[in-house]
């Protein structure tokens, strides 16, 4: 396979008339805004003193110790709540509100920084922070309050305890979410993946899918990932630098 272009104009080709472009994104995209990435922040703790991300977000977790589990997502829910879009979320917003090309959002963030931001139809394969489900009847509730009076909080269907309504470890993604995902990636002249080290699973899949559709792959990461070897461009910047200089001229 040939060797990845590395420069902006390279990457600004590939978007240049391409009528339907999806981006995959992943935390960070929103490390400038200031929420946490789960890797690439050396072996500093997550949270408390536990430096794993599989522990913390995983269903023994929420079923050994509800409230803990709870007040792990309490810490995630007010971090992001006082955090803001960046110039990276902005750019994505804007230009899928250019007429001319059809734009969609994949994350695999539970932050709603892309919503807040703007951008309109984002699937998020991971859930929200900011919706919970009933754990017994699995209706799903907004929860957008940031601080809440009980943990872990009631449902408003069953009366039993909420969970949030986002995919941990060793959990399933929603079906229909990934399959409309699925074909966001493989139906795009090209998939813009950002911010994500492509190493959760399914998610990861979904760029070498779009690869082997004959989908142009862009990378926008300051770090290697084992995704560079199929991308056509590899960006080694940051989101909120590469994507306003990049987005910008391939709207205009
Ligand atoms: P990850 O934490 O595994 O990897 C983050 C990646 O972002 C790394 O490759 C890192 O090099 C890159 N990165 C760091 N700063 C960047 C920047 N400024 N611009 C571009 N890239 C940058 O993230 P992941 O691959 O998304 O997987 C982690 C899982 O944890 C996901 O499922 C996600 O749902 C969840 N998570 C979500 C959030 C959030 O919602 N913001 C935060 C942490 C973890």
């Not at 929420?35 to 072996?43: A, K, L």
């Not at 229909?176 to 990636?185: C, D, H, N, P, S």
Request: net charge negative; charged share 20%.
């Amino acid at each position: 396979m040939r060797t990845p272009g590395t420069t902006l104009a390279d990457a600004r080709d590939l978007l240049d008339g391409a009528e339907a472009v999806t981006f995959l994104t992943g935390a960070g995209v929103s490390a400038e805004s200031g929420v946490p990435t789960f890797r690439g922040g050396g072996d500093a703790p997550l949270w408390r003193d536990v430096r794993n991300a599989e522990d913390l977000s995983h269903p023994d977790f929420l079923h050994a110790d509800p409230r803990g589990f709870w007040e792990w997502m309490q810490y995630r829910r007010e971090l992001v709540a006082r955090c803001a879009p960046n110039a990276a979320h902005l750019a994505i917003a804007a230009f899928q509100a250019t007429p001319g090309t059809r734009v969609e959002v994949v994350t695999q963030n539970v932050d709603g920084l892309h919503h807040r931001a703007g951008s309109r139809s984002v699937l998020e394969l991971h859930g929200s922070l900011w919706r919970a489900r009933g754990i017994a009847c699995e209706h799903t509730h907004a929860l957008l309050e940031v601080a809440l009076p009980a943990l872990p909080p009631p449902c408003p269907t069953c009366g039993g305890p909420l969970r949030p309504d986002i995919v941990l470890f060793d959990e399933f993604l929603d079906e229909r979410v990934f399959q409309a995902a699925f074909e966001a990636v493989v139906d795009a002249h090209v998939l813009v993946v950002v911010g994500t080290s492509a190493l959760v699973m399914p998610a990861a899949t979904l760029p070498l899918r779009a690869r082997r559709a004959g989908v142009k792959v862009i990378v926008v990461n300051p770090e290697p990932t084992p995704i560079d070897d199929i991308a056509h461009v590899v960006l080694r910047e940051r989101a909120s630098v590469a994507l306003p200089f990049l987005l910008s001229a391939a709207a205009t």
